[in-house]
């Protein structure tokens, strides 16, 4: 369920139609539903609360703080990649003891930063990692909860871009090696390891990866127990996928009770890190048609928003539904929708039968609240588009569409380049 519909012809998010939000701020731009941000939350979340569990949003999906800080207040913690991410889940409010951070190659000051400010837990990934963490936390006199992230070799069935859980992924340490590295970290000082995790890709659309996963972590925890080393937390990564299309993924409440029927009583503290099922139908992206040409062989409609604004496309090949904003009823076409960008990559929907639309209609290009911000840039010297939250009958911009002298922050030109520069100013 998501609040983006049609009424009056026209589509809405929420109470608000969306062409009167781009009327005001301006294309391209994101917009994202706090109802449907709320209640995917609330679904995921509330799928579990037989066990004890805590829900990490996935931050690299969408890391706006005011997103972040919804999330906070139902009582959310979040997964996070980089110290920058960890900066803005701490400046969003998110509780130190509610953060997790995974990632294959943190670097030594992201390291100290997290452990200073005391997160949850640190899902490590090799093992030179777990050396260099205790390193880290003896010279800073901190002791570092850590969990190893298994890679457990089970097949996600997901594109090979998104999948992480097996042999040949760059994530995680084998399986069959966990035993001896929890060995090696609980004889380590700076360390207590205190949980088991995984993630095994992104966009999975069945159970059963999950519970083959799960039930190899179990093996793992039994193990480790019979060592007399307990650990308190069970991290299951992220991964649920959504429709963008047609697939038909799980309902968290599916997902959840399979993860229970194979776990059985527990006391483990179970965490959840999801992204995309979460943000990914919670937000669009809005752009305008600026032109639209037909050649002999095809129909090309050119909008303002381009790769760098939406990556997924040419990044994974992703599909994208792609909406009219004001339908007309006009007869299909089928015509690649591109961005301006100089690359042949830069397309938004490629073959895809549209409404005829001409230049000034707006479309929107739905499911784009998870991955889609996020991995924007600045290509092309475009400026990043602006993000806006609608709650209710009102929106409010949750990011500001960037300007000319945001391309240039931080450059510099040297002395010697100076002379006779006039600067346009
Ligand atoms: C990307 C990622 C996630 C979130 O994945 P989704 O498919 O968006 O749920 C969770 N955990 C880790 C370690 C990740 O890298």
């Not at 871009?161 to 380590?188: H, P, V, W």
């Not at 290009?365 to 991955?371: E, H, K, R, W």
């Amino acid at each position: 369920m998501h609040h983006f519909h049609y009424k009056e012809d026209q589509l809405f998010c929420e109470d608000v139609p969306v062409a009167e939000v781009a009327r005001e701020v301006g294309t391209p731009l994101y917009l994202y539903s706090h109802a449907t941000l709320r209640q995917h939350f609330l679904a995921f979340d509330r799928a579990f609360s037989g066990v004890r569990h805590l829900t990490c949003f996935s931050m690299k999906s969408n890391s706006n703080m005011a997103i972040l800080r919804l999330f906070a207040l139902l009582g959310g913690g979040v997964d996070i990649v980089s110290g920058g991410e960890l900066y803005r889940a701490l400046k969003a409010g998110v509780k130190p003891d509610r953060i997790v951070y995974s990632g294959v190659g943190k670097g030594e000051a992201d390291l100290e930063y997290a452990l200073s400010t005391g997160i949850l837990m640190f899902n490590v990934e090799s093992s030179q990692e777990i050396v260099r963490l205790n390193q880290v936390a003896k010279r800073i006199g901190r002791r570092a909860r850590l969990s190893i992230r298994v890679n457990p070799d089970v097949d996600p069935k997901t594109h090979p871009y998104i999948s992480t859980g097996l042999k040949e992924n760059k994530f995680g340490i084998d399986i069959s090696d966990a035993l001896d590295q929890y060995r090696m970290a609980s004889g380590l000082k700076g360390l207590d390891a205190v949980g088991v995790s995984c993630h095994i890709g992104s966009q999975l659309t069945q159970v059963e990866p999950f519970v083959d996963a799960l039930r190899k972590l179990k093996g793992l925890i039994r193990a480790l127990g019979d060592e007399g080393i307990r650990v308190d937390f069970l991290d299951l990564g992220g991964g649920l996928g959504i429709t963008y299309e047609n697939e038909a993924p799980p309902h968290p409440e599916e997902y959840a009770r399979a993860v229970q029927a194979e776990l059985g009583a527990t006391d483990l503290t179970l965490i959840f890190e999801p992204g995309r099922v979460i943000a990914g139908n919670a937000g669009i992206l809005v752009t305008k048609v600026l032109y639209t040409k037909a050649t002999r062989e095809k129909t090309f409609f050119v909008v303002d928003a381009a790769m760098n604004d939406l990556m997924r496309p040419c990044l994974y090949d992703s599909f994208h539904a792609i909406q009219p904003v004001r339908p007309r009823g006009r007869e299909k076409v089928k015509a690649d929708v591109v961005g301006p960008i100089c690359e042949s990559g830069d397309f938004l929907a490629r073959e895809r039968e549209v409404e005829r639309l001409d230049p000034g209609d707006l479309i929107a290009v739905m499911s784009a609240g998870a991955y889609g911000f996020s991995m924007s840039s600045t290509y092309n010297s475009r400026p990043r588009a602006c993000e806006v939250m609608v709650k209710e009958d009102r929106y409010y911009t949750i990011r500001k569409r960037e300007g000319f002298e945001d391309l240039i922050r931080g450059e510099s030109i040297p002395d010697f380049l100076t002379e006779d520069l006039d600067r346009g100013e």
